[in-house]
């Protein structure tokens, strides 16, 4: 099993470049999960999905994030345009069931925004 | 401020010293959850505790959920160095809902 698969694992841009951030979850994974970590703030969520579905996207900092998954193997977090504090590493997680289940993190993407 | 609070936020002991890391809140959980994170790497799961006053056991590790599920706590019985890591308790308010973490507590096992 490949598990969680992130793409770029490492991204450096400029303040005000668009950054996308790629997911695969796993093979019949139906829930989704976009994490941010900091140290200053830890690890937070910024938004799930259940079926491809959004469904609680509370956590997404302010209108310059979004995220899509268009089918159950694929999703991405657009960061546009992206500034100096949106540096940090970003997990992709996936579960079997919606809900409290096991979640299954990606590598992560280490973003660095200069 | 942290739905859960974690404590302490870091601790550094010799090989074969045991530890207690504490997940706190001032909410009830459904279920919480600890997780394992080594650097480089995502967290990975370790247990899963929903009912209170549940004690599970995973080899040297033992995972306590409080009566009231409001707290839990992770004991680590003659540490290893291969125990090293950021370790996150995660609580979920309701049946069917997201996770909160906790700010985590970085362990360091010296050998």
């Known amino acids: 099993d490949a598990g969680v698969i992130q793409s770029p694992r490492h991204e450096v841009t400029e303040m005000g470049q668009e950054v996308t951030l790629r997911c695969k979850p796993i093979s019949g994974h139906n829930s989704l999960f976009w994490y941010r970590q900091t140290m200053m703030r830890g690890l937070e969520l910024l938004i799930y999905f259940n079926n491809n579905v959004p469904i609680d996207d509370s956590g997404m900092p302010e209108d310059r994030f979004s995220a899509k998954m268009p089918n159950a193997s694929f999703s991405t977090l657009k960061i546009q345009p992206s500034e100096p504090r949106d540096s940090a590493v970003y997990f992709c997680?996936?579960?079997?069931?919606?809900?409290?289940?096991?979640?299954?993190f990606g590598p992560g993407t280490r973003l660095t925004v200069l | 401020t942290q739905l859960l609070e974690q404590s302490p936020q870091f601790l550094s002991i010799q090989e074969g010293e045991n530890l207690t890391v504490y997940c706190n809140s001032s909410s009830v959980f459904s279920s919480l959850q600890w997780y394992r994170q080594e650097p480089g790497e995502g967290p990975v799961l370790l247990v899963t505790?929903?009912?209170?006053?549940e004690v599970k056991k995973l080899k040297r590790l033992t995972f306590q959920f409080g009566d009231a599920r409001k707290d839990s706590s992770l004991h680590i019985t003659a540490a290893q160095p291969g125990d090293t890591g950021l370790y996150l308790c995660?609580?979920?308010?309701?049946?069917?809902?997201?996770?909160?973490f906790g700010g985590g507590t970085r362990v360091l096992v010296k050998p």
């Open positions: 997680a996936s579960s079997q069931l919606a809900g409290v289940d096991t979640q299954y």
């Open positions: 995660a609580g979920a308010v309701a049946a069917g809902n997201k996770l909160t």
């Open positions: 505790v929903v009912t209170g006053g």
